[in-house]
């Protein structure tokens, strides 16, 4: 399938991680090593207490800034959660739902990853969805009806228009994330291809090849090459590789290399 025309998305999930101090000291570092280039899209989501610090250091830059979580009502008791509107105030373009983190271990369901999309995509924003199934879910050959039902549940009521415009995928198998056991590039393509087939059963061919489809799961420099070299891997959701800026800056780049490599082979 082609893949010229979706612009590879980079993101850097920081988790839990960056005082002011580091947060800052990570953000210079990666805006002195970043060239700017149309041909990639890079945002950053570092914790809340550093959205601002962060967002101010970024504001010159291509680099956008987006928020971990978010909660789908506007206002009012409901203590620890952040609404749309404060993320945007922020400068926050993008948040992300449903990150297998948040599922495990706080509760997350099904049902509430698409009330946080839902409130995500009303506001406005860019959505990354987050999928991915366990080792055991893999191991039992669930892998495939677990994402199914992972992207049924939190795209229920969406939009084709707006899935098109604001939503992005994640696919994070659970048993690559923070493990160094990266999925291969073959099983990577082999889940994205499915989701990106389901994509145009539900919101119709268009949209499906609009929608870009990141990996995440132990990302780094090394092996970033490969996995961008899919058609349907469309990037990549970087978690502690993006915590050091030669790192992230060199999967930023293999992504643009190897996508405008696969460019020019494919539509000539
Ligand atoms: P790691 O890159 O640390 O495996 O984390 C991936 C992830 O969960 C990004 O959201």
Redesign the pocket.
């Known amino acids: 399938m082609s893949h010229g025309h979706r612009r590879p998305i980079v993101a850097g ?1 920081w988790k839990m991680n960056g005082t002011q101090e580091q947060a800052v000291t990570i953000t210079r570092d990666l805006l002195k090593g970043f060239h700017a280039t149309p041909q990639i899209e890079v945002v950053l989501f570092p914790p809340f207490t550093v959205l601002q610090k962060v967002g101010e250091l970024l504001r010159a830059s291509s680099i956008s800034l987006g928020a971990q979580n978010i909660h789908w009502e506007s206002k009012g008791a409901f203590t620890g959660e952040i609404s749309a509107a404060m993320l945007k105030e922020l400068g926050c373009k993008v948040a ?1 739902v449903g ?3 948040r599922r495990q271990f706080f509760g997350e369901t099904d049902a509430t990853v698409r009330k946080r999309l839902k409130a995500t995509l009303e506001a406005g924003l860019n959505g990354i969805l ?1 999928v991915g199934e366990t080792l055991q879910q893999r191991q039992q050959g669930k892998t495939w009806e677990i994402i199914e039902t992972q992207l049924q549940a939190a795209l229920e009521g969406i939009e084709p228009l707006t899935a098109k415009a604001q939503l992005i995928v ?1 696919y ?1 198998p659970v048993w ?4 160094g056991q990266n999925a291969t590039s073959v099983q990577a393509q082999e889940v994205h291809e499915k989701i990106r087939r389901w994509l145009a059963g539900r919101f119709g061919q268009a949209a499906a090849d609009a929608i870009r489809i990141q990996y ?4 780094k420099a090394e092996n970033a090459a490969e996995l961008m070299a899919q058609p349907d891997v469309d990037g990549a ?5 993006s915590l050091e800026p030669k790192g992230f800056l060199s999967i930023i780049e293999s992504t643009v290399q190897t996508k405008e490599a696969g460019c020019s082979t494919h539509s000539s």
């Open positions: 999930n992300i990150h297998s983190e987050c994640a994070e690559a994330i923070g493990t995440g799961g132990s990302v959701l970087v978690g502690g590789a």
